[in-house]
């Protein structure tokens, strides 16, 4: 809480700063900031520049005393080598020292009037193969370039020379303060220039805010003078009025058309509850109706059917029988198998995954095909029963739909609670389709399965996506959120297989 106290202190104090001082404090922060980064950069680029000349001159006047050196050191002419080095301090004020050393490195002759400096006759050496040697150093007095050459390619010893920068950073800064100046006066006209511009257009503004204000307050009859521009601003201002009508009257239409989709929408709900309450109700009849009368007649069927007796030979009357109690037995599987996709009864004893598993495991068995089956998280039984059966009828339809439509080879079923939310995805290598083919027709009852699915998901709050093209496969991908879902209270869906065409 500490910490955030001098951020909102600092947004009150800029939000009571006027749009003038705004504006010029922005021209103001422009200019320095251009100014600075161009001296910046002038200051980087005439340091560089000054400081290659100055090197480039202590090379060549090092090569000219290398040069003059040679006779006297040969002929150890102590005085000629005085002399010179007296001549070259004279004329060239950007030299603080000058040393010469024989071929053994002991120095002969230096400039220096009360010796030379500790660790500096030995601080620069040329090596060999080098035609020179340079070294940086920081002295009392600025920085020196300590330059040494050899002499007679170091057969006769070397030259060295200390060249101040001193001369360099003082014409940097004269360059600076002249920069410096000029951004300054800039500056100033950049803020004269901001105030006269923020006057004239503060005015025409803060006429604008005020409307702004009324405006969002809901006073849409409020309108701006136009009185005070003939300008941009005024055809803003006209624009602003304009808009304000239409406001005004898009209020009053929405209003009633607010109204008219209420009305409907409690109409819509009021239907769809009892149309899926229906069909819930009869699937439900259905299943057991099947399960209890159907399946308990074709039982007793094939328990008479057992005991037939009026074939000719022992033989030919077990053969009937056999294949009598095989055709009974097939119907009576299709029999069950048609309850559990009605409405699986294990969806609601042992929960959402094991059905799916056990609807997979009839799939398989009825078609041959080897399907796929991943979870990932823990899938509660006491999930929400709109979810699971919403899940179960998703998985349902894309299965039935990849077997018996898409010619699928391959499919995969993939369920996955994590994070809030709960994701089903099946993927298919089948025939695939044209999706947007598929919902743009007009005659939507051929594809109730798809449109089932989309809508199961959207009660929920969800969301469906179909990612597939012709001969490249079908990927279904719905995701259910697990809290804040809008509660239907049952399913929506048109059949176990409504025959649409997925591929």
Known sequence: MGNKLPIRIFRKLFNLVGVKAKIMGIAVMLILLLGTLLIWQAEQTYSKVLREDLTKQGISLGNYLAARSENPILTNNIYALHELLRDTMDNNPEVSYVLITDFHGQVVIDSFDNGIPKGLSDFNQVAGGQDFSLRTFNSQYGYIQDIAISILEGKAGQVRLGLSEKRVFNTIDALLSKLWASTILISLVGILLAYLLSTLITKPLQELVLAAKNIGEGKLSYRVSLDWAKDELGHLGVAFNEMAGKLQDAEKERQKLWQQIMHK?????????????????????????????????????????????????QEEFRKRVSLMQKTVRKVLEGIHLLARQLRPSVLDKLGLGAAVERFIKDCSAHWGKDIGLTTVGRIPQEMPSEIKITAYRIVQ?????????????????????????????????????????????????????????????????????????PSNGTTIYAEIPLDGRETIGTEIQQGPASGIVSG
């Open 265 to 313: 929408e409690k109409m819509r709900r009021f239907l769809l509850n009892k149309v899926i309450t229906a069909q819930e109700e009869e699937r439900l009849r259905i299943s057991r109706e099947l399960h209890d009368e159907t399946g308990q007649a074709l039982s007793s069927i094939n328990l008479a059917l057992a005991s037939l007796e009026g074939a000719e030979t």
């Open 397 to 469: 339809e894309a299965l039935t739909n990849a077997l018996r439509h898409a010619e699928a080879e391959n499919i995969s079923v993939v369920l996955q609670n994590s994070s809030g939310k709960f994701q089903v995805i099946i993927e298919d290598d089948g025939k695939g389709f044209n999706l947007d083919e598929t919902f743009n027709k007009s005659e939507e009852t051929n594809h109730l399965g798809l449109f089932g699915m989309q809508e199961r998901v959207d009660m929920l709050g969800g969301n469906l996506s179909i990612e597939t093209s």
